[in-house]
Antibody, heavy 123, light 108 residues
Framework: EVQLVESGGGVVRPGGSLRLSCAAS????????MSWVRQAPGKGLEWVSG????????GYADSVKGRFTISRDNAKNSLYLQMNSLRAEDTALYHC????????????????WGKGTTVTVSS | DIQLTQSPSFLSASVGDRVTITCRAS??????LAWYQQKPGKAPKLLIY???TLQSGVPSRFSGSGSGTEFTLTISSLQPEDFATYYC??????????FGQGTKLEIK
C-alpha cells in the first residue's frame, strides 16, 4: 500500500524551530518529487515547498522562504521540513504529498497525501 | 504570483443534480490545472490533473475541462459521498503552486 506518514509536529513558541518528517512506503521513493502543503484551522490549502527526486531542485512559498528548508533522504525513504523562526501564522496541519511521475511542473500535482501533522505556534 | 478564483464559494445541491464549479486564473496557465476533493478531517484527494485527465480510481461522473484562464469541474450526477470541499490548483508558475480558495458543496 502506498503510504505517507508525517511526524514531528507539536506546540512551539514564536521564534522556535521544528523539524517535520514524512516516511514513505509502498512505492519507489526516489522516482518521485515531493511537496509539503499546509492547512490552517478552518482555512484552505497552501503549498509550502517542493523538492525534486534527488534533492537538487527545491521551491518555496514566499511566506516561508528563508525560514523553512525542505530536504530528503532517499536511503531512508524520508522527506523533511526544517522550520525555523516560526510565527503564529505558521500554525496549521502540515501534509506531505507525492508529486505525479514526471519531471516538468505539468506533473507537480499531488497524487498521494499523508494525513498530516499539526504544528501550533503559540506563546 | 498567479491567483485562482473559484466560483461559487458555496454550493447547495441535491443528490442526482449536475453541478459545475469554475476556476479562473489571473493569467494563462495552459492546462497546468488540477482538482482536489477534501472531506472534513481528511487529506485532499486528487480528482483531475492536466485540466481534464481523470485520476485513476475516480468515478467517471467527475470531469474537468478548460485551458488558459477558465476551467470547470463538473459532477454529472451528485452522489451522497460527493458532498465535500473542492479545490483547484495551478502548476504553471512553479514556484509557487497556488490553490483556489475552495468551493464547499453542501446537501440541499
Amino acid at each position: 500500500e502506498v503510504q505517507l506518514v508525517e511526524s514531528g509536529g507539536g506546540v512551539v513558541r514564536p521564534g522556535g524551530s521544528l523539524r517535520l518528517s514524512c516516511a514513505a512506503s509502498g512505492f519507489t521513493f526516489d522516482d518521485y518529487g515531493m511537496s509539503w502543503v499546509r492547512q490552517a484551522p478552518g482555512k484552505g490549502l497552501e503549498w509550502v515547498s517542493g523538492i525534486n527526486w534527488n534533492g537538487g531542485s527545491t521551491g518555496y512559498a514566499d511566506s516561508v522562504k528563508g525560514r523553512f528548508t525542505i530536504s530528503r533522504d532517499n536511503a531512508k525513504n524520508s522527506l523533511y521540513l526544517q522550520m525555523n523562526s516560526l510565527r503564529a501564522e505558521d500554525t496549521a496541519l502540515y501534509h506531505c504529498a507525492r508529486r505525479g511521475l514526471g519531471l516538468s511542473p505539468y506533473y507537480y500535482y499531488m497524487d498521494v497525501w499523508g494525513k498530516g501533522t499539526t504544528v501550533t505556534v503559540s506563546s | 504570483d498567479i491567483q485562482l478564483t473559484q466560483s461559487p464559494s458555496f454550493l447547495s445541491a441535491s443528490v442526482g443534480d449536475r453541478v459545475t464549479i469554475t476556476c479562473r486564473a489571473s493569467q494563462g496557465i495552459s492546462s497546468y490545472l488540477a482538482w482536489y476533493q477534501q472531506k472534513p478531517g481528511k487529506a485532499p484527494k486528487l480528482l483531475i490533473y492536466a485540466a481534464s485527465t481523470l485520476q485513476s480510481g475516480v468515478p467517471s461522473r467527475f470531469s474537468g475541462s478548460g485551458s488558459g484562464t477558465e476551467f470547470t469541474l463538473t459532477i454529472s450526477s451528485l452522489q451522497p459521498e460527493d458532498f465535500a470541499t473542492y479545490y483547484c490548483q495551478q502548476l504553471n508558475s512553479y514556484p509557487p503552486i497556488t490553490f483556489g480558495q475552495g468551493t464547499k458543496l453542501e446537501i440541499k
